[in-house]
């Protein structure tokens, strides 16, 4: 289906402050490289295939009935995953899942935003959150990373004692950066979030925090995870997705960690059936081959890496490209193209896709396999010369 936007006619009743937006969304477009939306770029292995296959036949007999809202099953498995991978022991009613963590944000948006609230975020991040609180009716108000686009803590503390929000949202690690949260930073910010104020609430309430950590299986070995921290803040939720490293974007599952509280607070908001029992079983089919889903993290972490030295020896107009350190499959790369749009263009040209995000100056360009990121360093070599 064509993507182009015609204009809502003005005898639709569209909200008012909708009139003139735009849908959100990089390009979907047919071009052989494909690096612009942080996706796993490798397949699922034909056994993983046939697990989720066999799955979903197993329940196509029971369509008729509305799945289990609930999803225990598949909170069970991101209980066992938790364990695994960030060896944090969780019971089912800590965690909950919906289609992507993008419905995941928009429910904590929500149950905790509102007329009258505000949410609170670090730019430069991701772009969606913005796009949650419009559709909520929140106010998104903004504290400034460093110029290394590492947390500014201070100033995130004095946005929360100005904004008094309800909602304290960091990407770790960042998007569209990489830059992760330093676990003292965010051990900080919980014990201010801990007795801060919130314009709008009772008395009573303090903030929630919420981590977003879309790419934290792309951390460095060792890190601990924001849910390392659960148990002892009833106000920190935990975002994660099987979209990235998990291999598994087009299957649209993300969960939260969380107090009781707040995973009851989602329960009261979510639709009545949002995960189809198709999404449940290929997802309980996925976590059946954690290892193999994951197999490829460690390679793109190695990519980046020799990505990130290569892009550093480029140079633009005579200055060697900076690259923003990243602890994702993405790399932020630039920082003084005066014309990002026309390299993007010329790289597009040559059948390579990347992404036009984050600060002036700056591309972002995601980890694909070898051969496409050979394509992507071909190409860019071309464009480098022909805009000199
Ligand atoms: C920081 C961040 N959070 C959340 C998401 C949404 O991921 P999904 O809805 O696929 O889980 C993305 C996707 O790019 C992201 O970059």
Not at 366 to 380: H, K, N, S
Request: hydrophobic share 40%; proline share 6%; charged share 20%.
């Amino acid at each position: 289906m064509s993507e182009a936007e015609g204009a809502i006619p003005a005898r639709l009743p569209l909200r008012s402050d909708l009139i003139g937006e735009k849908p959100y969304g990089a390009p979907q477009l047919d071009v052989p490289v494909c690096l612009n939306v942080n996706e796993n770029p490798y397949e699922p292995d034909p056994d993983v295939v046939q697990s989720i296959a066999a799955r979903v036949a197993q329940i196509a007999h029971t369509l008729n009935r509305y799945p289990d809202r609930e999803h225990v099953a598949l909170r069970r498995a991101f209980s066992r995953y938790l364990a695994s991978e960030s060896a944090v022991a969780l019971p089912v009613d800590q965690l909950w899942g919906a289609n992507g963590s993008n419905e995941i944000m928009l429910q904590l948006f929500q149950a905790f935003g509102g007329p009258g609230r505000t949410a609170l975020g670090c730019d430069p991040t991701y772009s969606m959150y913005p796009e949650y609180a419009r559709d909520t009716f929140t106010t998104w108000k903004l504290a400034h990373r460093r110029p290394d686009f590492t947390l500014d803590v201070k100033a995130t503390i004095m946005a929360i004692e100005k904004y008094q929000p309800s909602m304290v949202l960091i990407t770790s690690p960042n998007n569209p950066t990489g830059t992760t949260l330093a676990m003292e930073d965010l051990e900080t910010l919980l014990a201010v979030c801990d007795t801060a104020p919130v314009a709008g609430a009772g008395a009573d309430a303090h903030p929630v925090l919420i981590v977003d950590e879309a790419y934290v299986e792309f951390r460095d070995p060792g890190t601990p995870s924001a849910v390392s921290l659960l148990a002892g803040h009833d106000n920190l939720a935990v975002s994660r997705t099987m979209s990235k490293a998990f291999a598994f974007a087009g299957a649209r599952v993300g969960y939260v960690a969380a107090s009781r509280g707040i995973i009851d607070s989602l329960r009261i908001v979510r639709m009545p059936y949002h995960l189809s029992a198709i999404t449940q079983a290929a997802a309980l089919a996925a976590f059946e081959h954690t290892d193999d889903q994951l197999r490829q993290v460690a390679h793109l972490r190695e990519t980046r890496e020799r990505t990130a030295r290569w892009l550093a020896r480029q140079t633009y107009r005579g200055t060697p490209l900076q690259v923003a350190p990243s602890a994702s499959n993405f790399l932020l790369f630039g920082g003084s193209f005066d014309d990002r749009n026309r390299i993007f263009d010329e790289l597009l040209a040559r059948g390579v896709l990347i992404r036009v995000v984050g600060p002036e100056g700056w591309l972002r360009v995601c980890m694909g396999t070898d051969e496409e990121m050979e394509r992507f360093r071909e190409a860019l070599v071309q464009v480098l010369r022909v805009v000199e």
